[in-house]
């Protein structure tokens, strides 16, 4: 991302609070290499698409599956929603999508279609309602959910127990050993004294994990 792009009136506060909230938390922020700059998106259509994309699969994967979708939408490979709905299963499998994800993709280009992505009135709306008018569509869990408040929204308060990377990042960094429920309450302990920035620090957490940036960074996903 360039670093043109100014930062969120709370982000130098923000890295203060976790700098003195944990010690350990710090250290792995000091050790990456880079700002994370967060910035907010207008274009929720195309975040809640790539979110998609990327469900359980890895980074680098995700990117080039990524790639191979958007080249199918000529000149400018911007995945218009009546050209996603027109496409056909197999052009959007031979992109590398799976036929669950390529149903997915369309069902949230038919929301964008009948105007259910507006930014002006999704970007107001808590958390609660938020996730409940995202998780309406088919394939759109609480963990889409919480990509979109974290990065096209960047909204500064919110924490993913149930990311993969995440729970990577805090078993390494805290030696954490437990899984399932009891991993989700120790990372949810943990995340407590990061309040009201959880959103900056699971982006330093991702970012321990792979340097590389994903391939949202041009969208505020710096993770």
Known sequence: MSDSISEPHWHAAALAHLHQADP???KAITSV????????HEDLYLALLRAIVSQQISTKAAAAIWRRFTALFRPDG??????VLRMEEDELREAGLSRQKAGYLKA???YQERGLLDYEHLSQLDE???TTHLTAIKGVG????QMLQMFALDQPDVFSEGDLGLQNAMRKLYGIEETGRALHKKMLALAEPWRPYRSLACKYLWKSLDPTPPINADLGWDG
Do not use: N
């Not at 290499?33 to 907010?40: M, Q, S």
């Not at 911007?78 to 050209?83: D, L, N, T, V």
């Open 108 to 110: 949230i280009a038919d």
């Open 142 to 145: 609480r963990w889409t959910a």
């Open 78 to 83: 911007y995945p218009e929603p009546r050209e």
């Open 24 to 26: 350990i938390l710090s």
């Open 128 to 130: 609660e309602a938020f």
């Open 33 to 40: 290499a880079g700002p994370v700059r967060p910035a907010a």
